[in-house]
């Protein structure tokens, strides 16, 4: 069996609520639902359980004190044909640490290695054929949007799966405590 993996900090329930308050303006978005909100810190992709076991040894492994977060600023991604939308979280050096951990977790796991930029964000909604004046439009409204901080204690090996509209695409195959 085959299983596609990412390593992600949950956006805790009170967080993604005020995230999901901000869903709206953009025709055509899909947006995420509350509860599949999450930091991706390194997307591994799709692997065999054998591969993923190896993997889930080395992100075990990883040491990282908890550390705080807080949602600040919006973008898009795909230029002048944008395919999602996000919101940005405020610079943190401890938040880069971790994804740089979970990076060399999957080189010793023998995944090769990203070669996207790391790049801290909550995505928001997927598009399709969306109009560019309407996302920058919500760009602009959500620039200064900033969340209280919050405790990043864990974080977690999620599996995607495809589900029907309304559900949670995710599912966590891991937990790992920040300690």
């Not at 740089?100 to 598009?127: N, S």
């Not at 799966?161 to 949670?168: A, D, I, M, P, S």
Request: hydrophobic content about 40%; aromatic content about 10%; proline content about 7%.
């Amino acid at each position: 069996m085959s299983l596609r993996l990412f390593a992600a900090l949950p956006v805790p329930p009170l967080i993604a609520d005020r995230l999901t308050a901000l869903q709206k303006g953009v025709p055509g978005a899909r947006w995420r639902l509350a509860d599949a909100m999450h930091i991706t810190l390194r997307f591994f992709g799709e692997m065999d359980e054998r591969l993923a076991e190896e993997l889930d040894h080395e992100l075990g492994r990883i040491r990282c004190a908890p550390f705080e977060l807080a949602i600040h600023g919006a973008g898009s991604f795909g230029g002048v044909d944008p395919h999602a939308i996000w919101l940005g979280l405020a610079p943190n050096p401890q938040l880069k640490s971790l994804a740089e951990k979970c990076e060399r977790a999957a080189r010793r796991a023998g995944l090769a290695p990203e070669r996207r930029g790391f790049k801290p964000h909550v995505t928001m909604a997927y598009l399709g054929h969306t109009d560019l004046d309407r996302v920058k439009a919500f760009e602009r409204r959500h620039a200064l949007f900033r969340t209280p901080v919050w405790q990043a204690d864990r974080f977690y090996l999620y599996s995607s799966w495809q589900k029907g509209l309304g559900e949670n695409p995710y599912r966590i195959e891991a937990e790992y405590p920040l300690v």
